[in-house]
């Protein structure tokens, strides 16, 4: 009896922790909450591979932590990988008759030398993107470039958030594309 009760409770005191989480994300001073509810919508999400979800839980530690231009870092790392791996699902088949100049055995070779803004590009070329898709995803892009080098742009939690949500809804929509 005793067991019964103490899952009685632990499942009631998960209850209390979500509808808290619930009401005190849309105050901007319940950092954490808002996090816990960025997580909730991430776990929704099967689309990442193991290392992109690896990327993305550091991201969002990072975010926890108060590190918000390494969230944005890290959190770009995700897309990028999810950006190569959906080049290359056809075996590069189309990415190299795209861009025939590519040197590389596969994805990870390419990444070495072509740069992430042209792989971005590339994307619509091949028809995974839009016009305003491809300038969404190198606006993200750009900003991750603000974080990630000596600027002046330094992202407060709710910019933060806003970028690592707009990253997995363009990966969303992306993932129900093929080449």
């Not at 105050?27 to 816990?36: D, L, P, T």
């Not at 990442?48 to 918000?68: G, I, P, S, T």
């Not at 590009?121 to 300038?135: I, P």
Request: charged share 25%; proline share 2%.
């Amino acid at each position: 009896m005793t067991v019964m009760v103490n899952k009685d409770w632990l499942l009631r005191a998960e209850a209390f922790r979500n509808d808290a989480n619930a009401i005190l994300g849309t105050h901007e001073s319940a950092q954490k909450s808002r996090i816990i509810l960025l997580e909730e919508t991430y776990d929704k999400l099967a689309l990442l591979n193991l290392k992109q979800d690896n990327l993305f839980k550091q991201a969002l530690r990072c975010a926890e932590n108060e590190l918000y231009r390494a969230a944005h870092v890290m959190a770009w790392a995700a897309c990028e990988d999810f950006i190569e791996e959906k080049l290359s699902e056809d075996g590069l088949v189309k990415l190299r008759a795209a861009r025939p100049a590519w040197q590389g055995a596969d994805i990870r070779e390419m990444a070495e030398y072509i740069p992430e803004r042209q792989f971005v590009d590339v994307m619509k070329v091949l028809g995974l993107t839009t016009k305003n898709e491809t300038a969404a995803f190198v606006s993200l892009l750009q900003k991750r470039n603000e974080c990630a080098h000596p600027t002046g742009y330094y992202p407060d939690l709710n910019q933060t958030l806003g970028y690592m949500s707009e990253i997995l809804l363009r990966l969303k929509s992306l993932s129900l594309k093929s080449l």
